[in-house]
């Protein structure tokens, strides 16, 4: 989930390589270099709306974290201890908390006062502690609450032991932490988390591979990261390497799943890496989640956070693993500086998913993808465009908003295809230059939407005639698709838009649609497509004929849902029903309680929701909870 720039070269020296230090030590405490906590500090940054911090003034630069993790009370204990770097005429540090019992606060070892502002909706309250300009150190002891919205605690059964993980992005991380939550502040850290003997805790950084005796583990992140990718997993997981630099982390039900699912990902970081330089993360782990997980995946650097929802058992979801992997340099190496340019995080991530996708699998493979990126931006194009016209820009204004507002289809699909248009405007080959330059320029750094226009004006379209082909304005600050859109095109898409049109109107027999010979995306995109004059009969002869809702596969399953919720298919009810209260990813039930209360099925989506509620987390359940509210 991101992506953003600004220039600094120093840091690239001394983050690449893990320590093997005692995290704890009083050195451990003190910043690895001075140039890269001044090059931190100076770090150019747009406005952050949704913080409350001012780096200008002081700003962490490494966190050293003590935590008890208790599952009994569904409380996180914790000491934070972060080194920092202050202005000359520093008066105080501000911290983002949501959510948090602050017990005591020290500065450079004495205990001092602290203020608590007034909380606002969804960003939550600011921490203020006085300090003057040679204040070194500041701890914080305090105790999150067990509703915190970052976290899903997921209880324990006759069969398998709880679980907990954390969701940070956007700005969850202060529900579990005092932190500087703007994505435009990077810092490094290092953890001891202890938690129950029988499980494993894992974080964005070093990870075990094994159980600890005592449950207590130890972390180290080198590398500075936002906030937003501080991540936190605590289950009874196991290890199996995939890999020279890769490996999955799943339950003993699913370890054998994930490891067979996932064994080709040490294929997709070698073309990751052919295409835009040195992974800078040294390895690249999976870990998967409970189901209820809102996303299909997050790209905590080094440890993906993945849905079990793709896992179908014949590695056909991987386009996702592809996804995370290209954050690593878009989002996590080059990271959007606000929330208002979330486009720079995930635009290039899915231009580098696609670009990973033809390298490893093939051009027809990753133009069917993006067709069907293209054909459901232009639908959401089309909804958003009704609602708020300005929402459909690549630069959103959400001042005053949920940052969670940006996270649609315009950021991601809008976002590649201006990113594509500029490759078929310059040719592929200077692009490429361009992109690699970009990583390696930007490293550990943030970047906005003005500064990028900038960059690439100067850098890459430097001529006024490629200028005035591309025209920026147009895509960043103008509603809906540019005329200068590419033409994404897939043969293999068509032809299934052929067939399920000569189906519904019965000019092909039910048994003559190739469902056998297609991949999965074909048929989603066959079910996504059919249209409303299709009876419930037909599609009972659909599922009759290749027992589609018995897929594995979660993206048909899901587009199966949906159709059989249009169609009233009752007959798929109990499955639907099963699917909402296991299944907690946002993509999935959104759609699916829309169409509930778009068929006058209200009823049915409340009952069900009521009981699936308590499986979702916050990110999901406040979406779904606007979304019945009313109704």
Known sequence: MKLTFISTCILMTGFLGISSCNTHSENSNEDKSDARTQAILNMKRATDHHSYSKPEEAVVTHLEWDANVDFETRIINATANYSI?????????????????????RVDGIETSFEIGEEQAFIGSPLSIPLSPSSKRVSI???????????????????SNPFLFTQSQAILARTWIPCQDSPGVRFTYSAQVQVPKDLMALMSAVNPTEKSADGVYTFVMDQPIPSYLLALAVGDVEFRSVGEHTGVYATPDLIDAAEYEFGEMEDLLVAAEGLYGKYAWERYDLLVLPAAFPFGGMENPRLTFATPTIIAGDRSLVSLVAHELAHSWSGNLVTNSTWDDFWLNEGFTVYFEQRIMEAVYGRDISEMLATLSYRGLVDEVSEIMDLNPDDTHLRLHLKGRNPDDGMTAIAYDKGYLFLRMIEENVGREKFDDFLSTYFKKHAFTVMDTDNFIEYIERVLLSDEETRNAVNLTAWIDGAGLPDNCPNVYSERIEKVDNAVAKWAEGGLNTSDIPWSEWLYQERYRFLKSIPASVTVEKLDELNVTFKVSGTGNNEVLFAWLEQSILKQHTASYPRLESFLINVGRRKFLTPL??????????????????????????????????LLADS
């Open 85 to 105: 770097k202050t202005s000359e005429d520093a008066k105080r540090i501000l911290f983002d908390i949501r959510e948090l019992d602050i017990l005591s606060v």
């Open 141 to 159: 002891a305090y105790n999150t609450q067990p509703g915190a919205d970052a976290f899903l605690w997921v209880e324990g059964s006759e069969n």
């Open 593 to 626: 309680y829309k169409a509930l209360l778009e068929t006058g099925q209200t009823q049915m989506a409340k009952d069900i929701y009521e009981k699936a509620r308590p499986n979702y987390h916050s990110v999901s359940t406040g979406t779904m909870d606007e």
